[in-house]
């Protein structure tokens, strides 16, 4: 009778109310939906003819004003492609602007969906380029405000598959999606 008195406080029937309530997450159908994995179906060589869209740059100067440009882009079908594109004629309008050096490759683009929300991953070969500050700065906001402007809910840097705090040697950017 003691025993059950002792059981009886507020703080052990909470404690085992929530023990029950993980063991049931835990061990409940949910847990199995949890584990699956997706698969995609992938292909090589498309035959899928390009598509030509008009997409928008947002090229941030340097004092911060954005300067929008509607270019025609030749794409794959697929929005991860789209986005290649993107970056690539972006990267070649601000090596125009003098912001972005030559000897920085455009990064690789990868679409990521996460909670019904994309989110575009650029991954920045290894390099020893030497930036600026200010071209740091933006190519880091015009990248992300044309690709936010192009339909992707997020964006974040890696380089050479790693996330940095400072994916281009200055400005720390977010690294977790």
Same mark, same amino acid.
């Given at each position: 009778?003691?025993?059950?008195?002792?059981? /009886?406080?507020?703080?052990?029937?909470?404690?085992?109310?929530? &023990?029950?309530?993980?063991?049931?997450?835990?061990?409940?159908?949910?847990?199995?939906?949890?584990?699956?994995?997706?698969?995609?179906?992938?292909?090589?060589?498309?035959?899928?003819?390009?598509?030509?869209?008009?997409?928008?740059?947002?090229?941030?100067?340097?004092?911060?004003?954005? %300067?929008?440009?509607?270019?025609?882009? !030749?794409?794959?079908?697929?929005?991860?492609?789209?986005? =290649?594109?993107?970056? !690539? /004629?972006?990267?070649?309008?601000?090596?125009?602007?003098?912001?972005?050096?030559?000897?920085?490759? #455009?990064?690789?683009?990868? &679409?990521?969906?996460? %909670? %019904?929300?994309? #989110?575009?991953?650029?991954?920045?070969?290894?390099?020893?380029?030497?930036? =600026?500050?200010?071209?740091?700065?933006?190519?880091?906001?015009?990248? %992300?405000?044309?690709?936010?402007?192009?339909?992707?809910?997020?964006?974040?840097?890696?380089? /050479?598959?790693?996330?940095?705090? #400072?994916?281009?040697?200055?400005? /720390?950017?977010? =690294?977790?999606?």
């Amino acid at each position: 009778m003691r025993w059950l008195n002792r059981l /009886a406080r507020p703080q052990i029937v909470v404690g085992l109310l929530a &023990l029950a309530a993980s063991l049931v997450l835990l061990t409940g159908p949910a847990a199995l939906k949890r584990g699956e994995l997706r698969s995609f179906k992938t292909t090589t060589g498309s035959s899928a003819p390009p598509l030509t869209s008009e997409l928008r740059l947002i090229i941030i100067d340097g004092s911060g004003l954005e %300067r929008p440009r509607f270019v025609n882009l !030749e794409h794959g079908p697929d929005p991860a492609s789209r986005l =290649t594109a993107l970056t !690539e /004629a972006l990267r070649s309008e601000l090596i125009g602007d003098g912001v972005w050096p030559a000897s920085l490759a #455009a990064p690789t683009v990868y &679409l990521v969906e996460n %909670r %019904r929300l994309e #989110a575009a991953v650029l991954d920045f070969a290894e390099s020893n380029v030497s930036l =600026t500050i200010a071209q740091e700065r933006q190519i880091v906001a015009s990248l %992300r405000e044309t690709l936010l402007r192009n339909g992707v809910d997020s964006v974040q840097f890696l380089v /050479a598959g790693e996330a940095r705090p #400072a994916p281009l040697g200055h400005l /720390a950017v977010p =690294t977790g999606l």
